[in-house]
């Protein structure tokens, strides 16, 4: 989709073209907390989560930065095969000094596990739509909203998801949403309303009956007023991140 932003850098108008779910999502360098990388590079065949913050030593993003490395640390990324990066429009000295206060409060201690991207001036920010127009740093320039952005080993975009800066994230529900994402890339279902790993899954409407029968021995279909037969259920045990599946 085409949309018209405030070009922080410039100070005029510029149209950019964000990228759509199914898009390959931009490649670029940045500086880290954790050194330079090549986005793409730095992904390699993994999935990949980034997540914008407005800023450092800010209490909200303190608790988001917090919980995310407690998943670090747990292994919840890991065993999804999914790589974790942060970002803001503050400097990689500041992530790092910033990261300590992030340890602390989480009661963590080691290698800082993920990356913190650098934006200081705002290039990514605003490539990909990240800039949130009502908050400033102390010199009236735009910060970065709480994007979340999902991308599968094909580089390409599978969620995008946008908060204020005064709300938020709930991390599980990023977490269920990626379950959903690697889940239906190798299983022709979806994931019903308030899904999590072991309930059941929908068989999708491009199965027909026949070969639902055969993909999904033990499915179900609910009777609707309609007649129509849409609503097909079937259990699906789910292992997360490995992609074993068993009926």
């Known amino acids: ?3 018209v932003v405030c070009c922080v850098c410039e100070q005029k108008f510029s149209t950019i073209n964000m990228p759509n779910l199914g898009d390959v999502f931009p490649d670029f360098t940045a500086d880290t907390n954790k050194g330079p990388i090549q986005f793409h590079k730095a992904i390699d065949n993994s999935w990949a989560i980034l997540f914008s913050h407005p800023a450092d030593y800010t209490p909200v993003c303190t608790t988001e930065l917090g919980e995310v490395l407690r998943f670090c640390n747990n292994g919840e990324f890991a ?12 400097s990689a000295e500041s992530h790092c000094g910033w990261q300590k206060d992030v340890q602390a409060h989480s009661g963590l201690t080691g290698d800082f596990p993920y990356h913190i991207i650098a934006d200081e001036k705002r290039e990514l920010a605003v490539k990909l739509g990240m800039v949130d127009p009502d908050e400033k740093d102390g010199a009236g320039m735009p910060l970065t909203c709480r994007a979340v952005f999902i991308i599968g080993p094909d580089k390409k975009l599978k969620l995008s998801i946008l908060y204020p800066a005064t709300t938020g994230r709930n991390f599980n529900e990023i977490l269920r949403v990626l379950d959903s ?9 979806a994931t019903p309303v308030n899904w999590t790993p072991g309930k059941e899954c929908m068989v999708v409407p491009s199965v027909s009956d026949e070969d639902a029968a055969t993909l999904f021995p033990k499915h179900r279909k609910v009777t609707v007023p309609s007649g129509k037969g849409y609503l097909r259920f079937t259990p699906v045990d789910y292992q997360a991140g490995d992609g074993q599946l068993k009926q």
């Open 1 to 3: 989709r085409e949309r």
């Open 181 to 189: 994402l690697q889940l239906t890339s190798i299983k022709k279902v």
């Open 79 to 90: 065993k999804r095969k999914c790589k974790v990066f942060a970002l803001s429009c503050d």
